[in-house]
């Protein structure tokens, strides 16, 4: 499949099983592959939320889970934790918040936001004793081995991968492009 694929194809479309924000029928989809202890995927997430600003319902983000234990050893329990959350309604909530404190994610700040989310702590531990969302992560994880991503932040605007400089201008350029492109079919 890899060889096929020439990793620059989003090989799983984005689906009712992704976190996503903005219109379905939007004519840009951009689909990150991130990790919450990543400081490159810190800075991408800013880097989103200020084009969502700009593009507003032009634009429709994906996010997904590349955990990377072996380089950022709580990056497996913090996207755990996201989808946790996700299954108590504050996904973004969370997703926000592990973003911001991707230097402590050790489980006392984990529940600690759990908390300040006002997260049903007790179902919250028992998910993450009992590692509850390891396969939703994986899932994710394995798309993105599928698709060539072996680092974060990895994007795919419109199911084709993105690999230039990640800043707002440059990113906006390639999302306006491809919003272009989409307008001529």
């Given at each position: 499949?890899?060889?096929?694929?020439?990793?620059?194809?989003?090989?799983?479309?984005?689906?009712?099983?992704d976190?996503?924000?903005?219109?379905?029928?939007?004519?840009?989809?951009?689909?990150?592959?991130?990790?919450?202890?990543?400081?490159?995927?810190?800075?991408?997430?800013?880097?989103?939320?200020?084009?969502?600003?700009?593009?507003?319902?032009?634009?429709?983000?994906?996010?997904?889970?590349?955990?990377?234990?072996?380089?950022?050893?709580?990056?497996?329990?913090?996207?755990?934790?996201?989808?946790?959350?996700?299954?108590?309604?504050?996904?973004?909530?969370?997703?926000?918040?592990?973003?911001?404190?991707q230097?402590?994610?050790?489980?006392?700040y984990?529940?600690?936001?759990?908390?300040?989310?006002?997260?049903?702590?007790?179902?919250?531990?028992?998910?993450?004793?009992?590692?509850?969302?390891?396969?939703?992560?994986?899932?994710?994880?394995?798309?993105?081995?599928?698709?060539?991503?072996?680092?974060?932040?990895?994007?795919f605007?419109?199911?084709?991968?993105?690999?230039?400089?990640?800043?707002?201008?440059?990113l906006?350029?390639?999302?306006?492009k491809?919003?272009?492109?989409s307008?001529?079919?």
């Amino acid at each position: 499949m890899s060889q096929a694929n020439n990793h620059n194809r989003l090989i799983a479309p984005v689906s009712e099983s992704d976190h996503t924000q903005g219109a379905m029928n939007a004519p840009i989809v951009l689909v990150e592959y991130g990790n919450y202890q990543c400081p490159h995927s810190g800075k991408a997430h800013k880097i989103i939320q200020q084009i969502q600003q700009q593009l507003g319902d032009r634009l429709y983000f994906a996010f997904r889970h590349f955990p990377q234990p072996q380089i950022y050893p709580q990056s497996q329990k913090a996207a755990e934790t996201s989808e946790i959350a996700a299954a108590q309604g504050r996904f973004w909530q969370m997703h926000d918040k592990l973003f911001s404190y991707q230097t402590a994610l050790d489980n006392g700040y984990l529940v600690e936001y759990a908390y300040q989310l006002g997260l049903d702590v007790p179902q919250f531990l028992r998910d993450m004793t009992n590692h509850v969302y390891t396969h939703r992560v994986a899932e994710d994880w394995e798309s993105g081995i599928c698709s060539g991503v072996n680092s974060t932040p990895a994007f795919f605007i419109n199911s084709y991968r993105y690999e230039n400089t990640c800043d707002v201008e440059s990113l906006i350029q390639a999302l306006l492009k491809a919003e272009n492109s989409s307008k001529a079919c």
